[in-house]
């Protein structure tokens, strides 16, 4: 089941390629919603873990968690205001990140931006592809462009972060 | 921790029965949105850590802060860079002049007492590159307006169209940000062209790259130009930019009680880790070329190896057969591994080796190590 699920990532992912124009944020997470419907196929689901939808920081990242295990990466708002990033400086594979942590950085023609931990957690895996093609950050921030994997040590930090709807509205707020 | 040592330094400017001097309440005089500080330090690493503590301690919401700076001879190299591919290690370190990396990114640059540092601190908000270039541009324009000075959409800062005489690099942190370039008055360019080169041939690497431009010195196009003259046409250009009441500040980054944990802060820029465990993976490819005295013989050997975090991760070493054992190189190769990729680290591992060798293959063997040590920069 679990080789089902990313199948059927993987062919979301295509959707998400630069041919086509960028999607709205809302259409990204509609798209995660396809994902982890609860009442969606069986091939969709797995027996243990939720998938949960799109979490957000005041820091522009995002977490998808499944099977315990987030996957992190940054918005839409976020690569817009990066630019072109040039180079992807990521954690290691192992390390152990309290929430906030500066656990890397991102750099594009604008600045070396720092990253953030959203959570507590170890490292369990980074996007290699990133040292080759810094650009998929740009070009697919939702999909192709994920930055890292990590355990969730304290899932009350996971309940904190913002929603879909809370973090367009503080992104609207950003803009006044 | 650091919102909280944030409400600390407040409650400690206020309340501390100190014999604080003026710039005690540097920070907190509100009617001050823009402040000038001038760094006592020609420290590249007292000074690096300045910017940090200044970019992490003191709120920038409400006002902007400028820095002036400038060391002893250094290279310092982006956030991402690789030191081996960026500079010449080997040179470096005859002529004493350390290698520091900085957290902003960007390329490699020579600083010595005659190049001016100038660090931009803002808002997140208030960042604005463009502008923090104009108080440069309006200011050398102002005191020697026959130069032809222009900002280019790169943000580096050219004389006559063509010589540079500023690069620019940012950091962007959790609130605040800070853009500082560098500006050549009067900068010992030979040095340039010595230092920032590649320390060992063959590096293949993703880290970010320099981009190489001629420079020049303020000082090649404008004799006259003092120092101090320089300095204070930045300082009142700032001034009338970003608001300024008080005058500029002399302070020692090495000043723990009033920027405290800065210590720290240098250590770790000062660090092996940081300055070279932080690179990029990268590979070395390359030939050796040995070579036996009696009877004068030559052979090509085979050397790749990969760095991670600054160590050795793999290392393969394709000496000719006939030249040397195979148990010999491809112990040499294995006594590499895990070692940090530099020459007297190679050469305290291999003597090691040397050591267990003696008989006529010893001076073939002896050669190769000084190769290789000679091949990791």
Known sequence: MKMAMRAALRCLSVNFSPRLPQLSSAAQVSATRLLCRSGAPRTLSTTSGQCTALKFTEKHEWVLVESGIGTVGISNYAQEALGDVVYCGLPEVGQKLEQLDECGALESVKAASELYSPLTGEVTAINTELAENPGLVNKSCYADGWLIKMTIERPEELDRLMDQPAYDKFIKSLEE | ?377
Request: glycine share 6%; net charge positive.
């Open chain 2, 1 to 377: 921790m650091l919102s909280h040592l944030r409400g600390t330094f407040c409650v400690l400017s206020a309340g501390v029965q100190r014999a604080w001097s003026s710039s005690s309440c540097l920070f907190m005089d509100p009617s001050s949105p823009g402040l000038v500080l001038q760094s006592q330090s020609t420290d590249v690493f007292q000074n690096l850590a300045l910017e940090d503590w200044i970019d992490a301690h003191v709120d920038l919401q409400q006002r902007s802060i400028l820095l002036l700076w400038r060391n002893r001879p250094t290279v310092v190299i982006g956030r991402h860079q690789n030191p081996w591919a960026e500079c010449n290690l080997p040179a470096m370190r005859s002529a004493q002049v350390p290698v520091a990396r900085r957290r902003s990114g960007g390329g490699t640059v020579y600083h010595d007492l005659g190049n001016l540092n100038l660090t931009f601190f803002a808002s997140k908000k208030a960042y604005d590159r463009r502008r923090n270039l104009k108080v440069v541009t309006d200011a050398l324009r102002r005191v020697r307006p026959q130069l032809d000075i222009q900002a280019t959409d790169r943000l580096d800062i050219l004389l006559n169209g063509r010589y540079k005489i500023s690069g620019t690099a940012s950091r962007l942190s959790r609130k605040s940000s800070y853009h500082h370039c560098t500006l050549l008055h009067s900068a010992d360019r030979s040095a340039i062209a010595v230092l920032l080169r590649p320390s060992c041939p063959g590096i293949r690497s993703n880290a970010t790259p320099s981009i190489p431009s001629p420079v020049t010195n303020l000082t090649d196009h404008a004799p006259s130009l003092q120092w101090e003259e320089l300095l204070e046409a930045v300082v009142q250009q700032y001034s009338s930019e970003f608001g300024l009441t008080s005058s500029s500040q002399c302070v020692d980054p090495a000043d723990e009680a009033l920027f405290p944990g800065v210590g720290s802060m240098e250590a770790e820029l000062r660090g092996w880790q940081w300055t070279f465990g932080k690179t990029p993976k990268f590979s070395v490819e390359t030939q050796l070329e040995l070579r036996d005295e009696r009877p004068a013989a030559r052979c090509s050997a085979q050397l790749q190896l990969e760095v991670k975090n600054g160590r050795v991760e793999s290392c393969r070493v394709e000496v000719p057969a006939t030249w040397l054992p195979e148990r010999l190189s491809a112990s040499l190769a294995q006594a590499l591994l895990g070692e940090r990729f530099c020459p007297h680290r190679a050469a305290a591992a291999l003597s090691a080796l040397l050591r267990c060798e003696s008989g006529p293959l010893h001076s073939r063997l002896r050669n190769l190590c000084d190769v290789l040590v000679a091949a990791m920069g």
